[in-house]
């Protein structure tokens, strides 16, 4: 408990900084006193964050943006409707490897969130069975990635199957009324279609997911440092919150996303929180092998943008400041 109040100390701390220069004119998005945020139900801290309002107890006005997937969050972030979004590493890199400004400022979690799946009666039983065959993804995402990943394994590459694009929620759909032969799935809606449909996991390898992190433009953050850093201290507190309540957190997830208790429990289970918040040489280990993936899949327009992309990613001070 004493790191908690540690960090709640430094969040208010932070805001007040934040408050008084607003009340001097400085100005971010629609209002001066505004953090414009995504939240997720594949970013639990952001469930917190947002139901505690830990934000909004020290002053600041929060606008909360949904986001259904990393793709979205991007595509959020890119349209300047909010200042600050959480991915998947490699849903950061993409985007700024295609021009997006944004810095990843912080890791919130280090999940499985991802894996490939089949419905319950599929006679597919291995990833080389999926030559042909039509698969449900988010483009832009993990998910996609990890599929690009699997594929590779059974010497297979996009071009040997159909993919077709679909939103996370909708990819479940498409797997469930068989509109489609596999789905890469997300959590929760994969632990949901598991529990209650019967799909089976066909594919999973946990070192293929590229963290979850919390990604500012640029320009927010040259401008904005304490607001940035209002936020990573916000992740923080919740954190430290979330691992000492596990079945209160599983809950709020049930609630948010509208599953089960138990579908809640097992996206908890391949989600670890506790994590090194500091981006840095973790992330990178991971998505130095999305470089090639990206690249030959025509995601980008070049190896050499990938890579400037990859070496410019993160900023680290927030979170090591948070820590502090």
């Known amino acids: 408990m004493r790191r908690a109040t540690i960090v709640l100390a430094a969040v208010t701390a932070t805001l007040a900084t934040l408050l008084s220069g607003c009340a001097e004119g400085e100005k971010s998005g629609p209002s001066g006193d505004e953090l414009r945020l995504d939240y997720a139900y594949y970013n ?17 006005k929060v606008t909360w943006v949904f986001s259904a997937g990393s793709n979205k969050a991007n595509e959020s972030l890119r349209a300047d409707a909010i200042d600050v979004n959480s991915t998947a590493g490699s849903a950061a890199l993409l985007a700024k490897a295609n021009g997006t400004p944004l810095q990843s400022i912080s890791v919130y979690s280090k999940p499985e969130w991802t894996a490939l799946v089949v419905a319950k009666n599929s006679p ?9 065959k039509k698969i449900a993804a988010t483009k832009g995402t993990d998910a996609y990635f990890t599929l690009l990943q699997a594929l590779q394994t059974a010497g297979l590459t996009a071009r ?9 929620a909708d990819g479940k759909t498409a797997l469930e009324r068989g509109d ?4 890469a799935g997300l959590d929760p809606y994969m632990a949901q279609t598991r529990q209650e449909q019967g799909s089976r996991l066909l ?11 919390l990604n500012a433009r640029a320009d927010f953050i040259a401008q904005h440092p304490d607001r940035v850093q209002a936020v990573v201290n916000a992740y923080e507190q919740a954190r430290v919150w979330a691992l000492e309540h596990p079945n209160e957190l599983a809950q709020l997830l049930a609630t948010e996303s509208k599953t089960s208790l138990d579908v809640a429990k097992e996206t908890l289970e391949r ?5 090194d918040p500091v981006p840095g040489e973790a992330q990178r280990v991971v998505l130095t ?12 327009r070049s190896k050499e943008a990938a890579e400037t992309a990859l070496g410019a990613l993160f900023e680290p001070k927030f979170a090591q400041q948070a820590l502090r």
């Open 44 to 60: 639990p801290l952001s469930l917190v964050i947002r139901d505690q309002h830990l934000l909004e107890k020290s002053g600041a």
């Open 124 to 132: 597919i039983t291995s990833v080389a069975e999926l030559k042909g």
């Open 160 to 168: 040997d199957v159909e993919v077709t694009n679909l939103q996370h």
């Open 180 to 183: 489609v032969d596999a789905w």
């Open 203 to 213: 594919y999973r390898n946990a070192d293929f997911q590229t963290y979850g992190v």
């Open 271 to 275: 989600t670890v929180l506790k994590v």
């Open 289 to 300: 092998p999305i470089v090639p993936i990206i690249v030959a899949d025509g995601d980008v």
